[in-house]
């Protein structure tokens, strides 16, 4: 089993930047993919991005291609989400998940992400 938490949001103006952490506890990180997920008030929760267990592979909701990047320190337990260029749209709860399974291609789905966070706000105004 894992824990997440994730820490980082906040109120931020469009065009500006935030970034997330997901420290996770226990000795197994390194077993996780790990995905962020967002959810905005009457939406459901959205893909946003996964990370391989090793880092090496990832893959980005086309809505945050180019703007955001996740990545992970297997070392310190911690996967991050650096969001650049922010807009009105980008404002949501923001959840990390963990993937146990290994998988050829990492998945979108949330319901194959057992671990989740308890989330934290992130607010882009205009």
């Known amino acids: 089993q894992v824990q997440l938490v994730e820490s980082g949001g906040g109120l931020v103006q469009a065009g500006g930047s935030l970034r997330l952490s997901c420290a996770a506890s226990?000795?197994?990180?390194?077993?996780?993919?790990m995905g962020w997920f967002r959810q905005a008030p009457g939406k459901e929760r959205e893909f946003v991005v996964a990370?391989?267990?090793?880092?090496?592979?990832?893959y980005y909701a086309d809505s945050v291609k180019g703007r955001f990047a996740i990545s992970r320190d297997n070392a310190k337990n911690t996967v991050y989400l650096q969001m650049n260029s922010l807009k009105p749209e980008d404002t949501a709860v923001y959840y990390c998940?963990?993937?146990?399974?290994?998988?050829?291609?990492?998945?979108?789905?949330?319901?194959?992400?057992?671990?989740w966070g308890q989330g934290t706000q992130v607010t882009v105004s205009s």
């Open positions: 226990g000795r197994t990180f390194s077993s996780y993919a």
């Open positions: 998940a963990a993937d146990p399974r290994w998988r050829r291609v990492l998945t979108t789905s949330p319901d194959e992400y057992d671990y």
């Open positions: 990370i391989s267990r090793s880092g090496g592979r990832t």
